[in-house]
């Protein structure tokens, strides 16, 4: 199973200016210098093996959207920015694929705000005739957001000029459901208007989506809820947009959780891989690198003996679980 991530930025696109291109390709350019290309036996090598990934690579600059591979049944959690890239991304494919294969695409949305249903009118499979197109969510006003933000002034395509078969489904909270041969669960998150956290399960493998989540003091009784929704997952994608001073003091009520809670909910509840995730927008790649770091070193000194592991998303990351 792969999971790959399409958009991983918080509350807004980030910004890629001339200064920071700039600033990458000295950083280089003086690394090749001091090192040149020693042993290696190309450039792409010396990029992949010397450069860090602040210099070498970008952590992106698109709002929440990952994709979960499932044959011809694409699930997807939220619908931001990076949903227009992997809308483009399934259209090249199929243009290059013999004969006709009508796709469908199952999105979950964790809540109603913005940055997490921007990319849908951008969204090209559901301008396309035959492609299938279900959303899911936990808010009554599910249909009504979507179609709302493209109604006039805010776009100039109504969502019921779309040619694709688009359905809208409320789920219940109460309910566990079957869709695409996953195994569904949800659950209410701490944020402003309320957000919910999935849980997917398939074939003995379990990924958690849980973005926009704010825990507060409730964290450290013995029966919090997130602890078992977490437990076990092979992969956690866990909301970690703010530093714990950020998260319990500057923005505390914001909605949003730190890296250094997320590893010691993840230990707790015995996840294999930690994926920090919905990014700082305004926080450059130097430093997330910076704080992908710390996270890593709090987790050697939270639980040395641990063998949970931490990513920080990125825009185009590849996990496989």
């Known amino acids: 199973m792969r ?19 700039r600033r990458k390709i000295v ?8 090192n040149g290309l020693r042993q290696h036996e190309s450039i792409e090598e010396f990029v992949d093996a010397e450069l860090p990934f602040s210099v070498a690579g970008s952590y992106g600059c698109n709002t929440s959207c990952v994709e979960i591979e499932n044959q011809d049944e694409h699930i997807i959690c939220d619908a931001g920015a990076g949903l227009r890239d992997l809308g483009q991304h399934v259209v090249r494919s199929a243009a290059h694929r013999a004969g006709e294969r009508q796709e469908i695409f199952h999105i979950f949305l964790s809540h109603l705000h913005w940055d997490h249903i921007q990319g849908f009118p951008f ?8 492609y299938r197109i279900h959303v899911y969510g936990f808010h009554d006003e599910l249909q009504e957001a979507l179609t709302t933000q493209q109604d ?14 688009i359905r809208f489904t409320v789920l219940d909270l109460e309910r566990e459901c079957r869709i695409a041969g996953f195994t569904v669960r949800g659950i209410k998150q701490n944020h402003p208007g309320a957000s919910y956290g999935y849980s997917f399960e398939k074939e003995g493998k379990k990924i958690v989506y849980s973005t926009d989540c704010e825990h507060k003091s409730e964290v450290d009784d013995e029966e919090y809820p997130f602890v078992e929704f977490f437990r076990n997952a092979d992969l956690l994608i866990y909301d970690a947009q703010y530093n714990l001073k950020e998260a ?23 996840v294999k891989r930690l994926c920090l995730y919905h990014n700082e927008p305004t926080s450059d790649d ?5 704080f992908f770091e710390d996270t890593r070193r709090y987790l050697a ?8 592991e931490v990513l920080l998303a990125y825009d185009g990351l590849i996990v496989e679980v």
């Open 3 to 21: 999971v790959r991530f399409w958009g991983t930025r918080g509350s807004l696109p980030s910004t890629v200016t001339h200064e920071h291109v």
């Open 248 to 270: 319990i003091h500057t923005k505390e009520d914001w909605g949003h959780s730190s890296n250094l809670v997320g590893v010691e909910l993840a230990v707790r509840a015995g």
């Open 27 to 34: 950083a280089a350019i003086r690394e090749f210098q001091k």
């Open 286 to 290: 130097w430093a997330l690198d910076a």
């Open 301 to 308: 000194i939270h639980e040395s003996s641990s063998t949970l």
């Open 123 to 130: 969204f090209v499979p559901a301008y396309i005739p035959g």
């Open 152 to 165: 006039a002034p805010h776009f100039p395509v109504p969502l019921k000029s779309m040619k694709a078969d």
